[in-house]
């Protein structure tokens, strides 16, 4: 079992930073890849990040390209989104996720992703 607990969520203005931390226990952290999804309401959850725990491998979705970055502890055993320069649109729930049967490209579908944490909200005001 894998337990995943999100933090760092808030409100804050247009072009504002954040930092959101995932902190994970259980078993082995450094072989899994880990992600971060988002859902804003009445829409689907969405893939925004991921990163490999052991090589650092890392891939976002096009959307926060050059203004989230990905970052991983594993002797903290924490992954951690920055982000920069927020917009309205980034507004969402924001979902830590682990894959621990993880392949040679770091998935985008939710489904591979085994465990979730319960979530922190991002809002971003004009």
């Known amino acids: 079992q894998v337990q995943l607990v999100e933090s760092g969520g808030g409100l804050v203005q247009a072009g504002d930073s954040l930092r959101l931390s995932c902190a994970a226990s259980?078993?082995?952290?450094?072989?899994?890849?880990m992600a971060w999804f988002r859902q804003a309401p009445g829409k689907e959850r969405e893939f925004v990040a991921a990163?490999?725990?052991?090589?650092?491998?890392?891939t976002y979705v096009d959307s926060v390209k050059g203004r989230f970055s990905i970052s991983r502890d594993n002797g903290k055993n924490t992954v951690y989104l920055q982000m920069n320069s927020l917009k309205p649109e980034d507004t969402a729930g924001y979902y830590c996720?682990?894959?621990?049967?993880?392949?040679?490209?770091?998935?985008?579908?939710?489904?591979?992703?085994?465990?979730w944490g319960q979530g922190t909200q991002v809002t971003v005001s004009s």
């Open positions: 990163i490999h725990l052991s090589d650092g491998r890392t």
């Open positions: 259980g078993r082995t952290f450094s072989r899994y890849a």
């Open positions: 996720a682990a894959d621990t049967n993880v392949g040679l490209v770091l998935s985008v579908l939710r489904s591979r992703y085994e465990y």
